[in-house]
C-alpha cells in the first residue's frame, strides 16, 4: 500500500513537471515579448501601454508561481 503512494507521489510529480514544463515555455515568449514592446512604450497609445505592463507584470506572476511551485516538488 506504502509502495503504490510513492508510485503515485512520484507520477504526480512528473506531471506536475510537464504541466510547469508546458506553460512556462509559452509564458516566457508572452514576457518576453512583452519587454520588447515596453521597450518602446512611449511610441504607443496610453490604453495600449497599460494593457502592456498589465501582460508583463502578470506573466511576471505566473511565472514566479511556477519557479514556487516547482521548489516544493
Same mark, same amino acid.
Given at each position: 500500500?506504502?509502495q503504490?503512494?510513492?508510485?503515485? /507521489?512520484?507520477? %504526480?510529480?512528473?506531471?506536475?513537471?510537464?504541466?510547469?514544463?508546458?506553460?512556462?515555455?509559452? %509564458?516566457?515568449?508572452?514576457?518576453?515579448?512583452?519587454?520588447?514592446?515596453?521597450?518602446?512604450?512611449?511610441?504607443?497609445?496610453?490604453?495600449?501601454?497599460?494593457?502592456?505592463?498589465?501582460i508583463?507584470?502578470?506573466?511576471?506572476? /505566473? %511565472?514566479?508561481? %511556477?519557479?514556487?511551485?516547482?521548489?516544493t /516538488?
Amino acid at each position: 500500500m506504502v509502495q503504490i503512494n510513492i508510485i503515485e /507521489i512520484q507520477s %504526480l510529480k512528473e506531471i506536475c513537471k510537464q504541466l510547469s514544463h508546458d506553460i512556462r515555455n509559452p %509564458l516566457s515568449r508572452i514576457q518576453i515579448l512583452s519587454q520588447v514592446l515596453l521597450e518602446d512604450i512611449d511610441k504607443l497609445p496610453n490604453e495600449s501601454q497599460i494593457y502592456i505592463e498589465m501582460i508583463s507584470s502578470a506573466s511576471k506572476e /505566473i %511565472l514566479n508561481a %511556477l519557479e514556487d511551485i516547482m521548489k516544493t /516538488i
